[in-house]
């Protein structure tokens, strides 16, 4: 019977908050957030209140039952403090709207999207995997909920002209931004350059990508450039290294080796 209760409850609740039209999108993603909270105090008040139903029809008169209960939860609770610190960090998560349902965030160095966020506990899912993480041993957040960077870094040798570079990471960032239409915010560009080394510089390309596509952009854009340099005949330098001692190792760049082969006469 209370498991029939918890049901109408469950959907009542969600007929509540997630009804359609009357809501924009954020106040609704609130709402998702916020709903499996409420479901689940609904059903531990349920089965609270069966609990007491079941008593008063055995004629058991539970108020000192409810007072042993009582203290035996405090003392309990007094020993528990990680399932005190998990409940108020997930308070603080909740109302501060630290990230909500939905929100692709990294927390602690783990990325993907938000599927829960409960008193004790947020759930995370990225492709195939599925992440529990303690509200107490939430650390470090990023929010990705407005969009992510896929980004490349790629390091040029100096004999390179940088106008040529420009030219194909255009070309390559119309190509991706044609194939990846749907995912891509903002086309490719050359954010600049990170570095200047003794051999080389090293530049930053940034695509502006829905939250969560980064990672798969940043692997297909690699490709594209890779591809774009040896149709526009730009060599990178091979590096080989010499080890001398104990001494760090030197970078020494080769120019990759061409030979022509002469026909027999």
Known sequence: MSRVVQEIGQLLLEEVLLREGDTDDLSRQRRETFLPLFQSCTKYLIYFGTGIAILYTIKIDPTPILAGVGILGLTIGMGAQSLVEDIVAGFFILFENYYLVGDFVEINGVSGFVTGIELR???????????????????????????????????????????????????????????????????????????????????????????????????????????????ANIELPVVNHVKLSNDQPIPIFLKPLRVKLRKNQ
Do not use: C, W
Request: charged share 25%; hydrophobic share 40%; net charge negative.
């Open 121 to 231: 506990t947020t759930r995370i899912n990225y492709e195939d995997k599925n992440y529990i993480i303690h509200n107490r041993d939430v650390k470090d957040i990023v929010n990705h909920s407005s969009y992510s960077n896929a980004v490349v870094m790629l390091k040029i040798p100096y004999q390179v002209k940088m106008n040529q570079i420009y030219e194909v990471i255009e070309k390559v960032g119309n190509k991706l931004l044609e194939d990846y239409s749907t995912d891509i915010i903002e086309p490719t560009i050359i954010e600049g350059v990170e570095e200047f080394s003794e051999n080389q510089i090293l530049i930053e390309v940034v695509t502006q990508v829905k939250p969560g596509k980064h990672l798969i952009i940043q692997k297909v854009l690699g490709i594209m450039i890779k591809q774009a340099f040896e149709e």
